[in-house]
């Protein structure tokens, strides 16, 4: 016996995080989308119970105090729009300032859930105060040529565990004096934030202007 699915359309909604967004967290993103979704009247999916929530994920959680070009959500409708053409205007007309949107797009109703296809993320790290670009190489290269960086991180159950962050750091380099972090982000490779490399590399007390330029999900088929 099949169940047909709640769900009868699905949205992926690419947005960005700025100015005095950057300090929100994500379960108050979660809820300032959920406030843009109802005011802009979109049929949004909620979940049964007492406590009702809407049907909406966020692809990667963003670390405070970081700006981001590239943050996805997935929302679940209840009822089949006939175009998605006008939605970003919508949308658009009743966010917050700080919350950009780029592109609405819909998906087929059983993809994967974002947070299972995300894999790596890209950041643009710069020094908010001058500094010496020579030295940044050279912790780059250090980082680089490390065979192994072990560090100990609390689990979700606040359980200690040592791990090696190294095979975390895909790429790491110097472009117009920012440094680009090209770092592992999802479910399946493990999650290194922009932080915890600014820590690995003893830069953890310089000011860095942080930003996510783009993540990188798995193609999904369905």
């Not at 809407?54 to 209840?78: F, H, M, N, Q, Y």
């Not at 440094?179 to 982000?185: E, F, P, Q, T, W």
């Amino acid at each position: 016996m099949t169940h047909e699915s709640p769900i009868k359309q699905r949205l992926h909604i690419s947005f960005g995080k700025f100015d005095a967004l950057k300090y929100t967290g994500n379960l108050d993103i979660g809820s300032i989308w959920e406030r843009v979704l109802r005011r802009a009247d979109l049929p949004v999916l909620y979940t049964q119970g007492f406590n009702t929530r809407p049907r909406i994920k966020l692809a990667s959680a963003l670390p405070l105090g970081i700006t981001s070009e590239c943050e996805l959500l997935d929302v679940a409708l209840d009822e089949i729009l006939n175009t998605v053409d006008g939605i970003k205007e919508q949308l658009e007309a009743v966010s917050p300032q700080g919350l950009r949107i780029y592109e609405i797009k819909e998906v087929p109703v059983n993809v994967p859930a974002l947070q299972a296809l995300v894999r790596s993320a890209e950041y643009r790290i710069a020094a908010i105060d001058d500094f010496d670009l020579d030295d940044l190489q050279a912790r780059i290269d250090k980082t680089l040529a490390a065979e192994s960086i072990m560090r100990t991180k609390k689990s979700k159950k606040n359980k200690q565990k040592t791990i090696d962050v190294r095979p975390m750091i895909y790429e790491l380099y110097l472009d117009s004096g920012k440094m680009i972090a090209h770092l592992a982000c999802g479910q399946e490779h493990g999650n290194l934030r922009p932080n915890d490399l600014l820590e690995v590399m003893d830069l953890a007390d310089v000011a860095m202007r942080i930003h996510r330029f783009r993540l990188h999900i798995d193609d999904y088929q369905v």
